[in-house]
C-alpha cells in the first residue's frame, strides 16, 4: 500500500508538472485558435535565458549574491520573452490574421525551429545549470504508518506546488480581468472581437507574453531537474497528452488532464510496465488520452463545437 | 553543330577547373567525421566530435600520415539513424573516397554494417556498435576497437563479485539495469542473462523512453525492489537524470556502475556532490589533462587558435574518446601503407587491411603520447576488437578519478557469444564466413 501511495504521489507531483507545461499551449490556443507548436522551444530558449544570465549577470555586475543574481536573470529572462512574443506578433501572427488555423499551425512550428537554433547560437549547446536552491534530498514521511515510510521528493513538491500556484493564478487572471475576458473573445472569434473593439494584435502580444512567463517558469523548474539543455524541448511532447485529454480550450481540463496522465503513466509504468517489457510509459500516457477521446472527443473539458450548416 | 561546340567547351572549362582540384584531393586523406553537435544529445557528442577533429588538425600540424595530409567533412546527424545514413551516402564518395566511418551512434551501425560491405568502407565502432561484430570472420568491414558492450557487462559483473568478495557471493543477489531503450541500451542485456544464469544472480530490467528525461517511475521500482546494484546504461540527459532520480529516491550512488558511456563530465557535473560515489567503467582512458598527447595539442593546435571547442574541454572524457578513435583510424592509414606504399593515399580496402593488422605495443603509444592512458591493442584478421582492458573511475564530487586496477573481459564467457551470434547473423544474410587462410592473403 505504502509503495502504491508513493507511486500515486510521485504520478500527482509529476502531473502537476505536466500541467503547466500543457497550460502554454491552451493560454494560446484560447486566445488565438493557434496550437503553438513552438511551446517546447519557448521553454528551452526561456531555460537558456536564465541559467546564461545568472552567470553572466554576477561577472557583469560583480554581485556575491546568489539569490539576487536568480532574481536578476529571471527579470532579464522574463525580459527575453516579452521580446520573443513582441517579435512573434510583429513578424509572424500580424500578417497572418484570419488565415487558416493550419497556417498559423505550420508558422508555430517554423517559429519552434528558429527558437531552438538561436538559442543555441545565442547561449551555446552545452548542459547549463540553474540553482535556485531546490531542495534535492527526500524526506521519508509516515514511517510509522507504512513499512519504510513514503519517500516524497522534496523538489518535486515543491516545483508542483509553484505550479499549482500558477495555474491558479491564471485561472483567476482569465476568469476575473477584462484582459482575460477578451483574450476569450479573440479566441471566440478574430472578426467578431475586433468588431466590437478589442485591439487583436495587443491581445495576442499579451498571451504570447504570459505564454513566454509560463514557459519561463517551466523551464526554470525543469532545468533546475534535468539541468538545461536541449531535451528541456521534449518537455513539451509531455504536455500534448494532457490537452488532448483536458481539452484545448480549458485551464481546469489542464490541471485535471495533468494529473490524471502523472498518475496514469506512473502507475502503468510501475504495475503494467513489467508484464509487457517496460518503458511504456510516455506511449501510454497517449493511449489513456486518445481513450478518453473516444468517450469526449472534445476532451475532458473542451468546448462542444456545433457548426450549423 | 553550335550546341555540339558548346557542349565540348563546357567539358573542357570542366576539366580545367576540375583537375587542379583532383590533384589536390590525391594528395589528402579523406575522413568523414559523423558528429551530433545538436540535438537531446549534442553535449556529449559535441566534445566527442571536438576530440576527434583536433587530433586530425594535430596530425596535420606534425605533417600529416607520413607526409599524406588528412581532410574532414563533418556531416550532422543529430543522434539520428536516418540522418546518419544520408551523412554516409553523402560523404562516402566524396574527395577521392571515404577513408572509414565512425558514426558515434549504435543504431546508425546497425544500419551501415550491411552498406559498409558493398562500398568497401571500413566501420570503426570504438566502444559501441554491434557486440558480436568483433568476429572479423562475418562481419569483414565492423570494427569495435577497445571494446565492445558485451566485454562492458562481463567487467561490470566482475567488478561487482569483486566488491561482494567473489563470484560466489553473487549468488541471490539483485542486480538492476536501467537502460536506454535502444539498440544501443539492449546490447547488454543477452551477456547479463547468461552471467545472472551462470552466477545465479538475479537480473531486473528496466528500459527507460528516449530520451531519458522522465524516470520517477523507474526509480520507485528501484526503490521498492531494492538491487544490490544498479548498472546505468545511458546516454546524454538520461544519465544526470538518472543520477538527479537516485538521489531523489535515497539510492546510493557507489552502488551504481555506468558504461563508459556513461561516465564522462556532462552526465555528472550539474549533479555535483549528488553524484558522489557513483561509479563508471572506462574504455581504458578516463579524463586526462595531462596526457603528453594533450600537452601536444595545446600546443600546436589550440595555442595557434586552431582549435574546434573550447580550451577548458580538452582532456575531458569524451573529448579523449573522440580523441583515441580518431588516433585509431589514423594508425589504420599508417599500417596500410606500410603495405601498399608510404605516403601514399589508402583506399577503404587497403584501410581494412592497416585496422586488421594494428599492433600498437606499450611502447608505440608512450611514443605518440598515450602513456598512462592507454594499454596495447592487437587486432587481426578474425579478432576485430584488439583488446578489451577497462578501468573503474570514480566521480569524487568534483572531479572523476580511477578507483580499480586494471580489467580484462574473459574470452571464455564472450567467445562463444560472439560466435554464436555471428553465426546466426552469417546464416541470415547467407554470409560465408573467412577462413583464417583468406585472411593471409
Redesign the interface.
Known amino acids: 500500500m505504502g509503495?502504491f501511495l508513493?507511486?500515486l504521489i510521485?504520478?500527482l507531483m509529476?502531473g502537476m508538472l505536466y500541467s503547466l507545461v500543457a497550460l502554454g499551449f491552451v493560454l494560446i490556443f484560447k486566445a488565438s485558435g493557434v496550437f503553438n507548436f513552438a511551446q517546447g522551444a519557448m521553454v528551452l530558449f526561456a531555460a537558456l535565458a536564465m541559467a546564461r544570465f545568472s552567470t553572466w549577470i554576477p561577472q557583469w555586475l560583480g554581485l556575491e549574491s546568489a539569490a539576487l543574481a536568480n532574481v536578476l536573470a529571471f527579470l532579464a529572462a522574463g525580459a527575453v520573452m516579452f521580446l520573443v512574443a513582441w517579435l512573434v506578433e510583429r513578424l509572424v501572427l500580424r500578417h497572418l490574421v484570419n488565415q487558416e488555423g493550419a497556417t498559423l499551425l505550420m508558422a508555430t512550428l517554423g517559429i519552434a525551429y528558429i527558437l531552438e537554433g538561436i538559442g543555441?547560437t545565442l547561449f551555446g549547446?552545452?548542459?547549463y545549470?540553474i540553482d535556485v536552491g531546490m531542495p534535492?534530498?527526500?524526506v521519508m514521511i509516515l514511517e510509522h504508518v507504512f513499512d519504510g515510510g513514503l519517500?516524497i521528493?522534496?523538489?518535486?513538491f515543491v516545483a508542483a506546488s509553484i505550479a499549482a500556484l500558477l495555474v491558479a493564478l491564471l485561472a483567476l487572471f482569465f476568469q476575473k480581468t477584462t484582459t482575460g475576458r477578451a483574450l476569450r473573445a479573440v479566441a471566440d472569434d478574430h472578426q467578431a472581437a475586433q468588431s466590437i473593439g478589442i485591439p487583436l494584435h495587443r491581445i495576442w502580444f499579451i498571451v504570447w507574453c504570459v505564454a513566454g512567463v509560463v514557459a519561463l517558469v517551466a523551464g526554470v523548474i525543469?532545468g533546475s531537474?534535468?539541468?538545461v539543455?536541449?531535451?528541456?524541448s521534449?518537455?513539451a511532447l509531455?504536455g500534448l497528452p494532457v490537452v488532448i485529454l483536458g481539452g484545448l480550450t480549458s485551464i481546469p481540463g489542464a490541471i485535471i488532464g495533468g494529473l490524471i496522465i502523472g498518475v496514469g503513466?506512473?502507475l502503468s509504468?510501475?504495475y503494467l510496465?513489467?508484464l509487457i517489457?517496460?518503458?511504456i510509459?510516455?506511449?501510454f500516457a497517449y493511449q489513456l488520452a486518445l481513450v478518453f477521446l473516444l468517450l469526449r472527443p472534445q476532451g475532458l473539458f473542451g468546448e462542444k463545437i456545433i457548426d450549423r450548416v | 553543330m553550335k550546341s555540339i561546340k558548346l557542349a565540348v567547351a563546357g567539358a573542357a572549362i570542366a576539366s580545367l577547373l576540375s583537375t587542379p582540384n583532383v590533384i589536390a584531393q590525391a594528395k589528402e586523406q579523406f575522413f568523414p567525421v559523423l558528429v551530433y553537435?545538436?540535438?537531446?544529445y549534442?553535449?556529449n557528442g559535441?566534445q566527442w566530435a571536438n576530440g576527434y577533429v583536433d587530433y586530425l588538425k594535430l596530425v596535420n600540424a606534425k605533417g600529416g600520415i607520413n607526409g599524406v595530409k588528412i581532410s574532414f567533412e563533418e556531416c550532422e546527424t543529430a543522434y539520428a539513424t536516418d540522418r546518419g545514413v544520408e551523412c554516409y551516402e553523402r560523404l562516402k564518395g566524396k574527395n577521392g573516397g571515404a577513408t572509414l566511418f565512425q558514426p558515434l551512434s549504435t543504431g546508425v551501425t546497425f544500419a551501415l554494417t550491411e552498406k559498409a560491405p558493398v562500398d568497401k568502407i571500413p566501420l570503426i565502432t570504438a566502444g559501441y556498435g554491434r557486440s558480436e561484430s568483433q568476429n572479423g570472420a562475418v562481419f569483414t568491414w565492423n570494427f569495435p576497437l577497445l571494446g565492445t558492450y558485451w566485454v562492458g557487462a562481463e567487467v561490470a559483473i566482475q567488478h561487482i563479485a569483486k566488491k561482494e568478495g567473489g563470484v560466489a557471493k553473487l549468488k541471490g543477489r539483485k542486480i538492476a539495469l536501467v537502460y536506454h531503450?535502444s539498440p544501443y541500451g539492449k546490447e547488454p542485456i543477452p551477456v547479463l542473462q547468461e552471467l545472472a544464469r551462470n552466477h545465479g544472480f538475479e537480473l531486473q530490467?528496466?528500459?527507460?523512453?528516449h530520451?531519458?528525461?522522465?524516470q520517477?517511475?523507474?526509480w520507485?521500482?528501484v526503490?521498492?525492489q531494492k538491487p544490490d546494484y544498479v548498472l546505468l546504461w545511458g546516454w546524454?540527459?538520461m544519465n544526470?537524470?538518472a543520477l538527479?532520480e537516485a538521489?531523489?529516491?535515497?539510492y546510493p550512488r557507489e552502488k551504481m556502475i555506468g558504461i563508459w558511456w556513461a561516465g564522462a563530465e556532462?552526465d555528472v557535473?550539474?549533479v555535483a556532490e549528488?553524484a558522489k560515489g557513483y561509479n563508471a567503467l572506462t574504455l581504458q582512458h578516463g579524463a586526462e589533462p595531462n596526457a603528453k598527447v594533450v600537452k601536444d595539442l595545446r600546443e600546436l593546435v589550440y595555442a595557434k587558435g586552431q582549435g574546434t571547442g573550447p580550451k577548458e574541454d580538452v582532456g575531458q572524457v569524451l573529448y579523449m574518446r573522440g580523441l583515441i578513435s580518431a588516433m585509431l583510424g589514423v594508425e589504420g592509414v599508417r599500417k596500410a601503407q606500410e603495405r601498399y606504399g608510404k605516403g601514399k593515399v589508402m583506399s577503404g580496402e587497403q584501410v581494412r587491411w592497416g585496422l586488421e593488422n594494428l599492433s600498437l605495443d606499450q611502447k608505440t603509444l608512450d611514443g605518440m603520447g598515450f602513456a598512462g592512458v592507454m594499454r596495447p591493442v592487437q587486432t587481426s584478421c578474425l579478432d576485430h576488437m584488439g583488446s578489451s582492458w577497462v578501468r573503474v573511475h570514480t566521480w569524487s564530487g568534483s572531479k572523476w578519478e580511477f578507483t580499480s586496477d586494471w580489467y580484462q573481459a574473459d574470452e571464455k564467457v564472450l567467445r562463444p557469444m560472439v560466435m554464436l551470434a555471428s553465426s546466426k547473423y552469417a546464416e541470415e544474410k547467407k554470409l560465408k564466413p573467412r577462413t583464417p587462410e583468406e585472411c593471409k592473403k
Open positions: 509503495f508513493e507511486t510521485g504520478g509529476a543555441g549547446s552545452d548542459i545549470k534535492k534530498e527526500p519517500l521528493n522534496k523538489e518535486d525543469w531537474k534535468l539541468g539543455q536541449f531535451s528541456l521534449t518537455v509531455r503513466e506512473k509504468e510501475v510496465g513489467p517489457g517496460g518503458g510509459e510516455i506511449w | 553537435r545538436t540535438g537531446a549534442a553535449p559535441s531503450d530490467l528496466l528500459p527507460v523512453a530520451p531519458g528525461v522522465e520517477k517511475a523507474t520507485l521500482q526503490r521498492q546524454g540527459v544526470s537524470t538527479r538521489q531523489s529516491t535515497g556532462p557535473k550539474d549528488g
